[in-house]
């Protein structure tokens, strides 16, 4: 059995309940369990409830906060939509320790150049349930992600359900994970 890190949280923070999706506020001197800290985002239980704690607030938990992304110089559309793509992979399903890339939860991701030099993404996205109360945590998850990108100054994540999510959409890797072979 896997120990999990006990952390006193530092200050009051905003978290998202898992799976229900509402806000709740914990406080100051709370002592957490962290359950998972990948892609720049924590899950953590207190009280036998499971929460997630956005990175903007890591330093409540006594961690660092992931360092923005960057491009290279003269930067090409092709290195704009990989990184695209990176910043969408360092999202996680809070009760799953598999990027939703590889869940396979995007349906579609489009960059266009836009006039002044600018990029705008388009994003068809799904939920492994329709009913998942955390459906709008994480698109909002994604779209800031893909904000953070250099040059990118629009982006639209839609939550679409046709055709619903199966397990073949996995990777093989997060199918193993899973044991979903």
Not at 91 to 98: G, M, N, S
Not at 133 to 156: C, H, I, W, Y
Request: charged share 20%; net charge negative; proline share 6%.
């Amino acid at each position: 059995m896997q120990t999990q890190e006990i952390i006193t949280l530092e200050r009051d923070t905003l978290a998202v309940a898992v799976p229900a999706g509402h806000q709740v506020m914990i406080g100051e001197g709370s002592k957490l369990a962290l359950v998972q800290a990948l892609g720049g985002s924590f899950t953590v239980t207190a009280q036998g409830r499971m929460f997630r704690i956005s990175g903007q607030d890591a330093d409540a938990l006594g961690k660092t906060p992931l360092a923005p992304p960057q491009l290279p110089e003269n930067a090409t559309d092709a290195d704009v939509e990989h990184l695209v793509w990176e910043q969408i992979r360092s999202c996680y399903d809070p009760e799953i320790p598999i990027n939703i890339v590889e869940l396979g939860l995007i349906y579609r991701c489009e960059v266009e150049n836009l006039s002044d030099g600018m990029r705008r993404v388009w994003i068809e996205m799904t939920l492994t349930a329709p009913g998942c109360g955390m459906g709008d945590t994480l698109a909002n998850d994604v779209r800031k992600r893909v904000m953070e990108v250099p040059t990118v100054t629009q982006a639209s994540v839609e939550m679409v359900f046709d055709p619903p999510w199966d397990a073949s959409r996995m990777s093989e890797a997060a199918r193993l994970e899973t044991g979903m072979f």
